[in-house]
């Protein structure tokens, strides 16, 4: 990938808008040596249908003038013609394909990159979003240019080299093919286009209720058991499945139809030539069954013509992710420092603000505990302090400087989150993401330290699901003693665990923790001798809340 496909930094020098344009005009990323590719494909196919079509029209001008009975040298050109032409056929199909499939999965191995790139940051697509983004719709538009674009151009060399060559001999018959020939390849792929668009349109409510349907049978089954109301959900999602196949086969009669005129204009084309050519039976011959191999290569766009809208759909949704603005990557490097918040705020889309007006000091060393209810506003205040979201009003600042602006914030804040991630392999594999040369003996120290007494070779299963709740938060909290960070963050770490046993946890973390730390905890005992406690309430800072000071930051 180029630095000119993606920005790959939007810095504060005023050259975000520039990137940012010249990201949008490059937006499929067709270079001019691509598109010269893809027109030797367009070309070695039509020579292909041409060889074909020729291959045809001589061997029926052979088959009749031979019936003539001339002499045989009258024939040897054309008999050498045929075994050319069929030769010819093949490779240059053969060499079409070659020529067409490069340039596509060229082209979309360096797409599929840049989608993936601008999936990334953000998250702002669940798992099965990002799945469809980056593999269906990429793949719809292969389609787009292997099944759809490189046809078209092919038929439209073909039609129009066919339907001069008839006319040499005669107008009207050229005329006739002319007309049959749009009428095939374009009206009715058109009318397919219209059907299927209308169709997908009106059936689309039904394909998202059937998919969530769908999702909630297999992930709520157990709880629909339960409630014996399994059979009643899966006869509704049943219900829809039939609905869409009714649609579905009304769609299908109207394109069978569509497909099957396509054919009629075929036979009906094929004769007006024969009967407007007025040439002798060999060269009548000759250029009705070229006409007729004519639309051979145009009536497989009435086919191809139903998955337009669905890569029409395809293309917007991977237009959509390539054109979002490029999150900046920040290029400062962080150091322990002074974190601030100024006047923060976090709005979700769509929602009320998760955070207001809220302000915090977090020198080196500084100790604060955030209490709040449920709902508070406390994860969002650690996701603005850990850069992971943005402030939607107001600063967050590390040393006078936006968090945006520095590259791997990780390495001086992180934490036990409460969406922390478990891998899926072995204990110890998922310790040494926090501390990669760590021995094994500071591996079992984290562990002591966190309360996590399960083998350093254990599996974790999928998501962590080979471990119990209590255990997959006690090895994140391993995990984050073993980072060390200089600022220490900590989501409700202990929460799960029964309390005798997850104050000394927490007791022992804290003990450890050699620089700032912030804890968010529902229990205000676990914040003796904290510098300070914020109290959120509706996502702002109630004010003057009661705390105990420590002695001082170390
Ligand atoms: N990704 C999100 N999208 C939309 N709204 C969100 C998102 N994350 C949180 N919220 C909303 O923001 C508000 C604050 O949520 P937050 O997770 O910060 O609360 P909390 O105090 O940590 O709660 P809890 O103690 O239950 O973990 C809530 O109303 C929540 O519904």
Redesign the pocket.
Known sequence: MTSQQRPQSTPANGQAPRLRRSARTELWAVSTKDFLRLLRAALLGAGAELAALALMATAAWLLLRAAERPPLAALTLAIVAVRTLALLRGGLRYAERLAGHEVVLRWLGALRGRVYQALLPGSRYSGGDLVTRLVSDVDALQDAVLRWLLPVGVAAVVGLVAVGTTAVTSTPAALALAAGLVVAGGLLPWLVVRATGQAARESAPKRAELAERAVELVTGHRELVAAGAFGENRARAAGVVDDLARRERATSAKTALLTAAGVLVQLLTTIAVALLAHASVPWTAALALAAMTAFEVVLPLIGAARRVPEIRASAARVRAVLSEPARPEGTRTPREGHFRLRNAGLR??G?AP??HAVDLDLPPGKRVGVL??????????L?LLLGSETPTEGQVTLDGHPLAEYADLSRVISGAE?DAHVFHTTVRENLLLAKPDASDEELKEACETAGFDLDLDRDTGPDGEALSGGQRQRLVLARAVLAAPEVLVL??PVEGLDPAHGDAVLARVLAKAKGTVVL?T?RPEHLDGFDEVLT?ED?RVRPASAAGRRPGPP
């Open positions: 979700y889309p929602r998760a955070l709040g209810s449920s709902g508070a506003g406390k994860t969002s205040l996701n409460a989501d409700e968010v529902h959120l996502g």
